[in-house]
């Protein structure tokens, strides 16, 4: 079945070739279109489209087809060209003459639309909560583990002392800009487009205010051409915010692979969440990491994507928009993927002990201990060349006592104020 079917049959590679995989995708958007598609009837029924008794019998059709999306046992058939007409069909099926009435005063483009709507908003609200879920877990470690020394590294040579605390808050301060974002991409979304129909409105007097309120959006997207041409710029954006997200992610997953290395050797995992080698007895992997950080980084080409599938279209719509679908959902379900098993790992992160006295880290204070003697009088270049030619004939013994106490440095993490920073 197609919403679209005039009696012409067509040609089944072109068939084929057209609808793609949009049966297994919809499966992700089918709530969704059962909501917009209820707040249509309602809409219908006040504006004397639809009998209260009419109204009444579809509100039941679409509560049958709800049961049977949450309980999954709803199949789109290959007969049927996506979840919409197979939830028409499932209507008119059950009801008769008054299922085919539920597509009166709207277009399969603002269908579509409105659910991609209702999922992203859902979804990037999931999103936000799985990130304070992770954002907390941060805060705690970096708050169990605040005195644990972690040698700084820039160009990864060893440059200055830092701590566990320090560098698990900045990850954690890090995730509220990409809340930013995600809040962002939620706004760009919570504008109902329904009732644009095909990009250019209805003749019947439809009442776009009264589904708006009924689907929980903030607002309208009144402008009909301008909730058509939101198809394309709303994925665009959602792709920014989870890339973002997804590059803290995939930074401080490598971070942990470095850091569970031999070399560096400063944190471990419990022997089940890693894995071996079919040869090396001795390994244990980072493979949890590992594709995390492939996984992120992949999540991060979506904006690309997004961008050369839609950046040369004129307005009005065109069947390039099918193409979003795909990536973009399977991004949404592997972005709450990862934040679920990064979270469950990271709470049983490993913190070695790690000797300061050890050679390899030997420089690691020349710094503070410049400081000292700018505090003790000299100027900084005068103590720096001081500290640089002890460095330079060997002489150089560090003094680790030095603290450092300012606003956000590894003795003063501020850990109240960074939570209290995310945004709601």
């Known amino acids: 079945m197609k919403l679209w079917d005039k009696g012409i049959s067509i040609d089944n590679k072109i068939e084929q070739f057209t609808v793609g995989n949009d049966r297994e995708i919809d499966i992700h958007i089918a ?13 219908l029924q006040k504006v004397g489209i639809l009998t209260a008794n009419e109204l009444v019998d579809l509100l039941r059709g679409l509560k049958n087809i709800e049961s049977q999306i949450e309980n999954n046992t709803f199949v789109i058939e290959s007969q049927f060209e996506d979840v919409h007409s197979k939830i028409e069909f499932e209507l008119t099926k059950t009801l ?11 277009s399969r483009n603002d269908q579509v639309l409105v659910a991609l709507h209702l999922y992203y908003k859902e979804n990037l609200g999931l999103i936000k909560e799985k990130t304070k879920t992770f954002f907390e877990s941060l805060l705690t470690l970096a708050e169990t583990h605040k005195d644990k020394v972690l ?65 929980n959006f ?92 839609t950046n040369n279209l004129p307005s009005g719509y065109h069947r390039d928009f099918q193409l979003l679908k795909e990536h973009m959902i399977a991004a949404f379900e592997e972005v709450k993927d990862i934040l679920d098993i990064f979270n469950y790992s990271i709470q049983q992160i ?41 460095v330079q004939d060997g002489t150089y013994i560090p003094d680790t006592s030095k603290k450092h106490t300012h606003v956000g440095s590894m003795n003063n993490l501020c850990l109240n104020n960074i939570r209290k920073k995310f945004p709601e």
């Open 31 to 43: 709530k969704y279109d059962v909501i917009a598609s209820r707040a249509h009837a309602k809409m």
């Open 96 to 106: 008769g003459e008054v299922g085919k009435k539920i597509h009166t005063a709207r």
């Open 151 to 215: 040698p700084g590294y820039t160009h990864l040579q060893v440059a200055m002392p830092s701590s566990f605390g320090l560098w698990f808050s900045a990850y954690a301060e890090l995730m509220i800009d990409d809340v930013y974002l995600l809040n962002a991409a939620i706004q760009t979304v919570d504008q109902n487009p329904l009732g644009s129909a095909a990009g250019y409105g209805s003749s019947f007097p439809i009442d776009r205010e009264l589904t708006t309120k009924d689907m």
């Open 218 to 309: 903030s607002t309208l997207k009144y402008n009909v051409v301008a909730a058509q041409m939101s198809r394309g710029k709303s994925e665009r954006t959602i792709a920014v915010s989870l890339g973002s997200l997804c590059n803290t992610m995939s930074r401080f997953a490598m971070d942990i692979c470095l850091y569970m290395s031999q070399n560096f050797g400063f944190i471990s995992f419990p022997d089940a969440l890693t894995t071996g080698s079919s040869i090396m007895p001795h390994k244990k992997n980072p493979d949890v990491f590992e594709l995390i950080r492939g996984k992120c980084n992949k999540i991060q080409a979506l904006q690309t994507e997004m961008i050369l599938i």
């Open 350 to 390: 490993i913190i070695k002990d790690i000797d300061i006295h050890n050679d390899l880290y030997k420089y690691l204070f020349t710094v503070d201990n410049i400081n000292t003697l700018v505090i003790e009088g000299q100027s900084f270049r005068e103590a720096y060349q001081k500290i640089g030619g002890q």
